[in-house]
């Protein structure tokens, strides 16, 4: 089983930062990795798929990167919004979520 | 635009069998795979298991001996069946659309709250 392992598990940040959260494979998974952000009460909303691709209608100051193992998710500048918990997603095997990274207003 | 929505009992007793049901509108279940994915409370999110419209599925090894996923394609729903239930399958249960070739969630319900308990 692959497994997803995401840095750091909780962050603290102000509003105009930028923000990167990190995500590790125990295999390689070429870029079949998506990424989603869950605020609380909600369900998960898909924010890139397929490592870098932005998913339509979520802001620009979203990417992603990486291949292989290792995957960035970045936000260039925070907004009030952005506070939530974001989850990484292989999609090489089955579908397996990382334990998912916290960010928190500063 | 598809949307989905869960129904089902929000409390179930120990050992017995939970069931879910995942109404799809708007567009039809007979493309895409369709999903379960559960969150307990203050935890991440973890996969259960996905179908398709022909009733191929895969299930989550560390829950398939007690998973059962089915469809409905006349109904456009689908459902999930969860036996011998204990408190650690607690969560809010979320049905959700899967884009097959990059096995991407895009498309949940809004999640329902199942609690094992007597």
């Known amino acids: 089983d692959i497994q997803m392992t995401q840095s750091p598990s909780s962050l603290s940040a102000s509003v105009g930062d930028r923000v990167t959260i990190t995500c590790r494979a125990s295999?390689?998974?070429?870029?079949?990795l998506n990424w989603y952000q869950q605020k609380p009460g909600k369900a998960p909303k898909l924010l890139i798929y397929?490592?870098?691709s932005l998913q339509s209608g979520v802001p620009s100051r979203f990417s992603g990167s990486g291949s292989g193992t290792d995957f960035t998710l970045t936000i260039s500048t925070l907004q009030p919004e952005d506070f939530a918990t974001y989850y990484c997603?292989?999609?090489?095997?089955?579908?397996?979520f990382g334990q998912g990274t916290r960010l928190e207003i500063k | 635009q598809v949307q989905l929505q869960e129904s089902g009992p929000g409390l179930v007793k120990p050992s017995e069998t939970l069931s879910l049901t995942c109404t799809v509108s708007?567009?039809?279940?007979?493309?895409?795979?369709w999903s379960w994915i559960r969150q307990a409370p203050g935890k991440g999110l973890e996969w259960i298991g996905y179908?398709?419209?022909?009733?191929?599925?895969n299930y989550n090894p560390s829950l398939k001996s007690r998973v059962t996923i089915s469809v409905d394609t006349s109904k456009n729903q689908f459902s999930l069946k969860l036996s011998s239930v204990t408190a650690a399958d607690t969560a809010v249960y979320y049905c959700?659309?899967?884009?097959?070739?990059?096995?991407?969630?895009?498309?949940w319900g809004q999640g329902r709250l199942v609690t094992v308990s007597s």
């Open positions: 179908i398709n419209y022909s009733g191929s599925t």
């Open positions: 295999q390689i998974i070429s870029s079949y």
């Open positions: 397929a490592a870098s």
């Open positions: 997603q292989e999609s090489y095997s089955t579908i397996t």
């Open positions: 708007g567009g039809s279940i007979s493309s895409f795979y």
């Open positions: 959700a659309r899967v884009n097959g070739g990059n096995l991407l969630v895009d498309c």
